[in-house]
């Protein structure tokens, strides 16, 4: 049988988990917590943004409709009250530091890459 990766979990593979617990655990994020850990909650939210839902209902209701493949994520399904619950009780500060790590990983590769761009722009103008 053939395995075949989706866009979405190729994004996730992007994010280190061990990086992603150091910052969780700096921020204490999953103190205390039983079932709906940081990573659940950060899939959960990618997955939001990027299928444009626009209100916490429709966000599990998508991600309710794909149980099957939460186990594929690293992931369990959650309740909606568990996720608003989460959302409000957590430190942005995770988040926010999750994004400062990608950016300065994404300016490294941009500046190896940086040659190679110019030389693909120019031939295009």
Sequence with gaps: MEYYT???????????RLDFKSIVNKHHGDHRIRSFSCWDQ???????????RESL???MISVN??????????????RRSTFSDAN???????????????LERTRKIALR???WFITIMNTFS
């Design 6 to 16: 989706t866009i979405f979990g190729q994004m996730i593979h992007l994010i280190s």
């Design 113 to 115: 890459h940086k040659k």
């Design 65 to 78: 409709s794909m149980q099957s493949k939460l186990c594929h994520l690293g992931c369990k399904s959650v």
């Design 42 to 52: 950060f899939v959960f939210l990618l997955f939001s943004q990027l299928s444009k």
């Design 57 to 59: 209902h429709e966000t």
């Design 88 to 102: 409000n009780k957590r430190p942005y500060q995770i988040y926010q530091d999750l994004f400062y790590q990608l």
